[in-house]
């Protein structure tokens, strides 16, 4: 069994940080078949691409890689919503935010939980959207750490900063407040891992 991923911690020398980071990153023929599995969405074929997600997320737990596993899930997740599967949505929902609650990740628990209560509403699924508000409410706890924002984590002037809309490694959505911050004018997709720089 292959050890489970660990945080990224501040002090380490910058070789170190570069080589953790590759190891934490989706090896080549996963980044292609995830971004096939976005293009998929992007074409309308959300039955195909919510397969090809949990297929990914899947293979990335057996491969340790718990750190890009649950956002996986999600995006499977949003796939089932818009293909109408939404009980299926809601267990790949649950495999995703639960894997990130494991890890005490809060921040993303809340933000992921969140964005999935609208697009609930907004596809008409009320009763699905109060069932994930009731969960993320028992879930996270009222004094999680790193629900407020951690000023010591660089990040760019958000007047300057821009980042491109889809990593161009895995086609994924790239979104400030979701991505991890490098350093000023880098970040790391949720989805592949890879490092993105902010355009000229």
């Known amino acids: 069994m292959m050890p489970r991923n660990r945080p990224l911690r501040r002090g380490m ?3 170190y940080l570069r080589a953790a980071r590759a190891a934490l990153r989706l090896e080549r023929g996963m980044r292609q078949s995830l971004y ?3 293009k998929m969405m992007v074409g309308g074929e959300y039955l195909a691409a919510a397969d090809q997600f949990e297929h990914l997320a899947s293979e990335a737990m057996e491969k340790g890689m718990e750190i890009r596993a649950p956002f996986l899930y999600i995006q499977a997740s949003r796939a089932r919503l818009h293909s109408g599967q939404v009980q299926a949505s809601l267990a790949d929902l649950r495999q995703g935010l639960g894997l990130l609650a494991q890890s005490n990740r809060w921040v993303a628990v809340s933000r992921h939980g969140e964005r999935a209560i609208i697009e609930y509403e907004q596809f008409g699924y009320t009763a699905q959207a109060v069932e994930v508000r009731h969960w993320l409410r028992a879930t996270i706890p009222a004094d999680a750490p790193g629900l407020a924002i951690d000023q010591s984590i660089p990040r760019p002037d958000p007047t300057q900063a821009q980042l491109p809309a889809k990593c161009p490694y895995c086609g994924g959505n790239v979104l400030p407040d ?7 004018t880098s970040a790391e997709c949720v989805y592949c891992g890879s490092v993105i720089r902010i355009a000229d």
């Open 36 to 38: 096939a599995a976005h």
């Open 13 to 15: 020398s910058r070789p």
């Open 178 to 184: 979701e991505v991890n911050w490098v350093d000023p």
